[in-house]
Each structure stands twice: as structure tokens, then as C-alpha cells.
């Protein structure tokens, strides 16, 4: 059984007890969040819902494990003969969510 749903702009698959790693939510960890936008299910018979755009009545229930930040990325300018050079860079702020169940 598996569910396609959208959290913070990107669509991730999700399976109950799986460990998803999303944008960050304003959540304390410990805390349940409800993801209420499921794109596609596939339950354990084999059925298939695809919603348009949205499954109907369809919800994933999980909690927030932790608060992090993502592998640093380094942005580095230059132009040749110039004499200009600029080093930047940032992480960005991410949601651990362990996903408890896939609701019909």
C-alpha cells in the first residue's frame, strides 16, 4: 500500500512507517500533521484511486520526528581575467516525518 501526496510544493510517495524527509513545517516534533492533498492510492488489494486533482476522503496521518537542515550547498561566481570571485551558499530547512497511516 502506498499514496502519492503532495507536501510543500513536491509530490513524494509514502508508505506507512516510512521515513519521508519534506520542507519545512511549522510543527514541534512529536506532534501528528495530517497531509489532506493525496494525489493517487494504492491499496493492499491492488486497487488504484487517482483524484482529480484530489482522492476524495483521503488523508495520511504522521508525526514529526525532527526539525533539520539539508546538505549545504556552495554557489561559487566568477569571471575570468577580472579579478571577481564570490563564494555562497545555504541549507535548507527540513521536516523528518514518519508516516503512521494511509487513510481511505
Known amino acids: 500500500m502506498f499514496a502519492i501526496v503532495e507536501a510543500g510544493g513536491r509530490q513524494e510517495k509514502v508508505t506507512p512507517g516510512a521515513l519521508v ?5 511549522d510543527a514541534e516534533p512529536g506532534s501528528e500533521i495530517t497531509f489532506d ?3 493517487f ?3 493492499g488489494a ?3 484511486m487517482a483524484g482529480t486533482p484530489y482522492v476524495t ?3 495520511v496521518t504522521a508525526v514529526v520526528e525532527d526539525q533539520t ?4 550547498v556552495r554557489v561559487f561566481k566568477m569571471k575570468r581575467r577580472k ?5 555562497k551558499g545555504h541549507r535548507t530547512h527540513q521536516t523528518r516525518v514518519r508516516v503512521k497511516s494511509i487513510n481511505l
Open 21 to 25: 524527509i519534506i520542507d519545512r513545517l
Open 37 to 39: 492533498k493525496v494525489l
Open 41 to 43: 492510492i494504492e491499496s
Open 46 to 48: 491492488g486497487d488504484l
Open 57 to 59: 476522503g483521503a488523508s
Open 69 to 72: 537542515k539539508g546538505k549545504k
Open 83 to 87: 579579478h571577481y570571485r564570490k563564494t
